[in-house]
T-cell receptor, first 112, second 114 residues
Framework: DAKTTQPTSMDCAEGRAANLPCNHSTISGNEYVYWYRQIHSQGPQYIIHGLKNNETNEMASLIITEDRKSSTLILPHATLRDTAVYYCIVRASGGGADGLTFGKGTHLIIQP | EPEVTQTPSHQVTQMGQEVILRCVPISNHLYFYWYRQILGQKVEFLVSFYNNEISEKSEIFDDQFSVERPDGSNFTLKIRSTKLEDSAMYFC????????????FGSGTRLTVV
C-alpha cells in the first residue's frame, strides 16, 4: 500500500468547513483513497473513499487531484462532534481480506 | 444502522490467564477482522478471517492468538496466556464482500492485563 502523509493536527472553527489534506505521491493506478476517523478511542469510523473522481456523501466530500498524488477531505460545516483523529489510507481494491494500515492521522480539533 | 457489537467493553485479567474477546459482526458481512490499539499508539491490524479460515495475519498475531467463528453470529479472539503488553483496545470489524470494501468497526474492548 502506498504511504500517506498528513499534518499532525489542525484546528477549525465550529460551523466552518474543515479541509484535511493528505499526500500520497506514490499511489498506483489500482489504489483507492479511504478516509476514516476515530473519535476519542472509539472504533474507527468509515467516512468516504474514492479512486479518481471527486466523491460526496452525507458526511463529507473527497477531492482527489488529477494526478492522484494528493487529496482533501472536506467536512462542510464542522461541529464539535467532528473533533477526532482523521486517517487517510491508500489501499488497492480487492476481495476484502487485506487489513487496513493506519498511520498517525490528523488530530482535528473543532473550536467553539 | 447495523452495528458491530463487542463484549465486554472492559476486561481486566491477570498475566498468564486466557482471555476471549467476543464480537458479533454485521449479519450479511463475510469478512471479519481484529485490530488492536495500544494506548496512544496507532491502530494495528491483527488478523482477517473469511470463509471460516484466516486470510491474512500480521506479525503481532503469533501463536498466543487465535480466532474462531463458533456459530453463525459470533467471532472471537482468544489470547492464550496474556502478557502485560497485551493491554490495549481491541477492535473487531467486518465488511461485506465487495470490490471496494468499507469496514464497520465495533466500539472496542479495553483489555487490561495486571
Amino acid at each position: 500500500d502506498a504511504k500517506t502523509t498528513q499534518p499532525t493536527s489542525m484546528d477549525c472553527a465550529e460551523g466552518r468547513a474543515a479541509n484535511l489534506p493528505c499526500n500520497h505521491s506514490t499511489i498506483s493506478g489500482n489504489e483507492y483513497v479511504y478516509w476514516y476517523r476515530q473519535i476519542h478511542s472509539q472504533g474507527p469510523q468509515y467516512i468516504i473513499h474514492g479512486l479518481k473522481n471527486n466523491e460526496t456523501n452525507e458526511m463529507a466530500s473527497l477531492i482527489i487531484t488529477e494526478d492522484r498524488k494528493s487529496s482533501t477531505l472536506i467536512l462542510p460545516h464542522a461541529t464539535l462532534r467532528d473533533t477526532a483523529v482523521y486517517y487517510c489510507i491508500v489501499r488497492a481494491s480487492g476481495g476484502g481480506a487485506d487489513g487496513l494500515t493506519f498511520g498517525k492521522g490528523t488530530h482535528l480539533i473543532i473550536q467553539p | 444502522e447495523p452495528e458491530v457489537t463487542q463484549t465486554p467493553s472492559h476486561q481486566v485479567t491477570q498475566m498468564g490467564q486466557e482471555v476471549i474477546l467476543r464480537c458479533v459482526p454485521i449479519s450479511n458481512h463475510l469478512y471479519f477482522y481484529w485490530y488492536r490499539q495500544i494506548l496512544g499508539q496507532k491502530v494495528e491490524f491483527l488478523v482477517s478471517f473469511y470463509n471460516n479460515e484466516i486470510s491474512e495475519k500480521s506479525e503481532i498475531f503469533d501463536d498466543q492468538f487465535s480466532v474462531e467463528r463458533p456459530d453463525g453470529s459470533n467471532f472471537t479472539l482468544k489470547i492464550r496466556s496474556t502478557k502485560l503488553e497485551d493491554s490495549a483496545m481491541y477492535f473487531c470489524a467486518s465488511s461485506i464482500r465487495d470490490r471496494v470494501p468499507s469496514y464497520t468497526f465495533g466500539s472496542g474492548t479495553r483489555l487490561t492485563v495486571v
